[in-house]
């Protein structure tokens, strides 16, 4: 059985700690860089009209998914399959999803209170679309509170 | 009108929109000024600017581009102490690995960054150290990122070196250094207080993951450079009632904190030194200014000077604010700079909440509407088309409360003072 774990910054411990509490082996470590937050800053640059086009370094960001997966390697051990991806977050997941029976993803919203703002715009259209069955797990403690809608 | 003179018009505008779309596709990457400069040229030469008025906008404009040299070359300096690197370091200590902690640090941060070192040095020196902070503490970097590049528009309204086009404004308003930060230190902190809560909204999700504190060593203070940087800005407040001129307080400062580099690599400092002072850069402002002049005597400026507010009331400053947001948008905010404010440089109050509109605005599409489709055009030529979903829906949620906002605290601030 073919896992895929999509780890983010903030929330990927929780992934990693899922797939070694159900002994899960055959995993794929996916991580997607944020081209939006690189494109946010080269915007800014090309907003600085006539400076002659500073240079945007997109190498961190490169540098902080590697450094993800490279701490995933060794919560996990072994040696999974690791894959560092571009592009777009949500199609980037699907597409590494193709073939995997499992995906495991870490909820990113609100943790205060269960509810409906427990996912983030991205986790949410990757859950509505996922090719395989999807395992959803909380960072850190299952909060107490709940939001529960008024009774039909 | 005559015909000679609608095709003069006509050829103005023409000039003015190949010099913004040269300057931003810039072929082989060759910089802005290569167009510009014999854009000026040409609209001098079929008369449509006459030279006597080219020197005229030229001189007028030479004491600001020198100003503007000389505030960013203290910014390079500045990293060379190590400022931007402690920065970073002093974020990601602050944030005790809470990405709601780093984004509060980061405000402050890029706040204090572009009003004392401009949008320029916001954008190109710190975002990298943000970027650092993000990856110490194991944080989303988005949420940071964006909170830095829109500070850099709409915290760069609160003195004259946040941004060039104060500097601009600033010399056709007739205000002092301290009449124009104490009118928009209320602005400025109502733009910065109102961004922050759009950011803390829109980036919710990723916002609310579980901090991570992370042991970061600290980094030591670059005391000398952090004094010299105060002292420069208790030295633009003091200058003119001293009757010296504020390019002498910036200048002082560059040689002060240029010294202990110049001397221990005196020729690797004067590359850097010419290349922070941007030349092309510099004589590109001035060309633009004169290309703008040939717009400004066709009709296009009749049509502006019809909806431009007359008085500093509410409406009017609302108005005038979001004419120039819309400008900065349309055109770019630099060109904009030089046609609104000439239309209302009777009035302090229309000068100020222009330059919110012509600051704020451009977060919508930061290099303007125009712009930003020949730069999406360029990226994806290069087989990296960008994502400006977010920016744009970022824009599109941010700007208006914001600028809105710093519009009202202006008027406050304007009635407070008695200025009419």
């Known amino acids: ?152 | 009108m005559d015909a000679a003179s609608t095709g003069g018009a006509v050829l103005a505008a023409v000039v003015l929109l190949g010099v913004l779309a040269f300057a931003v596709v810039r072929p082989r990457g060759l910089p802005e000024v290569v167009a510009a400069l014999p854009a000026a040229l040409l609209v001098v030469g079929f008369g449509l600017v006459p030279v006597a008025a080219a020197v005229d906008e030229v001189a007028a404009l030479a004491p600001t581009i020198g100003f503007l040299a000389a505030i960013l070359v203290l910014a390079e300096l500045a990293r060379r102490h190590g400022v931007f690197a402690w920065a970073g370091n002093g974020m990601a200590r602050l944030s005790g690995g809470s990405p709601r902690r780093l984004l509060g640090a980061v405000f402050v941060v890029a706040a204090a960054t572009t009003a004392v070192l401009s949008l320029d040095a916001t954008v190109v020196l710190l975002t990298p150290a943000v970027l650092a902070a993000a990856a110490a503490v194991g944080a989303r970097a988005r949420p940071a990122v964006y909170a830095t590049t829109h500070l850099a528009n709409s915290a760069s309204t609160l003195l004259p070196v946040s941004n060039l086009t104060n500097l601009l404004a600033f010399a056709a308003s007739g205000l002092t250094f301290t009449a124009f930060a104490g009118l928009m230190a209320g602005p400025w902190l109502v733009a910065i207080a109102v961004e922050y809560v759009v950011l803390r909204l829109y980036f919710r999700s990723d916002l609310a993951t579980p901090a991570r504190p992370a042991p970061t060593q600290r980094r030591p203070a670059p005391v000398a450079a952090l004094v010299v940087l105060g002292a420069t800005l208790v030295g633009f407040a003091l200058a003119e009632p001293l009757g010296l001129p504020l390019v002498a307080v910036a200048a002082a400062a560059v040689v002060v904190l240029g010294a202990v580099p110049a001397v221990r690599s005196p020729r690797e400092t004067a590359s850097a030194v010419a290349r922070a002072a941007n030349l092309p850069f510099l004589v590109f402002v001035l060309a633009l200014g004169v290309v703008v002049v040939a717009v400004q005597r066709g009709p296009v400026q009749g049509w502006l000077a019809a909806i431009v507010p007359a008085r500093a009331d509410l409406v009017g400053l609302l108005i005038a604010a979001g004419i120039a947001a819309l400008a900065a948008n349309l055109l770019n905010n630099l060109p904009a700079t030089l046609m609104l404010v000439p239309l209302v440089a009777h009035s302090p109050g229309l000068v100020l909440a222009t330059v919110l509109g012509l600051n704020i605005g451009p977060n919508l599409t930061y290099v303007g509407s125009l712009a930003t489709l020949l730069w999406r055009q360029v990226l994806h030529g290069h087989g990296r088309p960008p994502s400006t979903a977010t920016f744009v829906r970022l824009g599109l949620v941010s700007v208006p409360p914001v600028l809105v906002a710093a519009v009202v605290a202006l008027w406050v601030a304007l009635r407070l003072g008695g200025w009419r």
């Open chain 1, 1 to 152: 059985m073919t896992t895929v774990l999509w780890l983010v910054e903030g929330s990927w411990e929780a992934c990693v700690d899922a797939a070694r509490r159900l002994g899960l082996r055959d995993v794929v470590l996916v991580h997607v860089v944020d081209e939006d937050a690189a494109a946010g800053w080269s915007g800014a640059a090309a907003g600085l009209f006539g400076r002659g086009a500073p240079r945007v370094d997109t190498a961190p960001f490169d540098e902080a998914g590697a450094a993800v997966l490279d701490a995933a390697v060794a919560r996990l051990g072994g040696a999974p399959e690791r894959r560092l991806l571009h592009g777009r977050v949500e199609p980037a997941v699907l597409d590494a999803c193709a073939g995997a029976d499992l995906l495991v993803c870490a909820r990113d919203g609100d943790r205060a209170r269960r509810g409906p703002h427990n996912l983030g715009r991205e986790t949410r259209y990757v859950l509505d679309h996922a090719p395989c069955d999807v395992l959803l797990v909380w960072p850190g403690a299952v909060p107490a509170g709940v939001d529960l809608p008024p009774a039909p």
